[in-house]
């Protein structure tokens, strides 16, 4: 993976989570090492965590600067982990004025960037669209490009988007 982060540009680095990948935070101290809930219930720090539930968002977004909200597409890569939530539920939930940024995740396309950000959330996560792409770098930077196009609800002033 340091390897596909180095083909990066570095600005975006405060903008990447890795799960899982500790190992690299010496290597790219402007990432940050995303939570599971294991992890949170063991008591480790981070700025990012998943959640399941609009409860475990209620919960967690007082100690974490943002977090995902999953799955809200089918899963590319995990098959059978299917969308859990409807639009309509979750842009009332979106509504709410919170303390933390909630990222949309799981199936998520760039055919899909647009209604993530009509919804109300603050940004998007990609997994499956680019580690099962022939080309990731390519399905990134394509992401990018839809993703730039939108506006982006806002969360006190600390905005989550990936510079040009």
């Not at 989570?17 to 599971?36: C, M, R």
């Not at 943002?66 to 799955?71: D, E, I, M, V, W």
Request: hydrophobic share 40%; aromatic share 10%.
């Amino acid at each position: 993976m340091a390897h596909l982060l180095r083909a990066l540009p570095r600005e975006t680095y405060p903008h990447i989570s890795v799960h899982g990948k500790a190992d690299l935070l010496p290597l790219f101290p402007d990432i940050s090492l995303h939570l599971t809930g294991r992890d949170v219930k063991d008591g480790k720090k981070g700025r990012s965590a998943s959640c399941h539930t609009f409860r475990e968002v209620s919960v967690l977004e007082h100690s974490m600067e943002y977090l995902f909200l999953s799955p809200m597409r089918d899963s590319i890569s995990k098959k059978g982990y299917e969308q859990q939530f409807d639009d309509a539920s979750v842009q009332d939930f979106l509504r709410r004025k919170r303390s933390a940024a909630l990222i949309a995740l799981g199936g998520i396309t760039s055919a899909h960037i647009p209604s993530m950000a009509s919804l109300g959330f603050n940004g998007v996560a990609l997994m499956g669209a680019l580690w099962t792409a022939p080309n990731p770098l390519e399905a990134f930077l394509e992401c990018q490009d839809v993703y730039l196009r939108y506006s982006w609800k806002d969360y006190g002033g600390r905005h989550v988007r990936i510079p040009d």
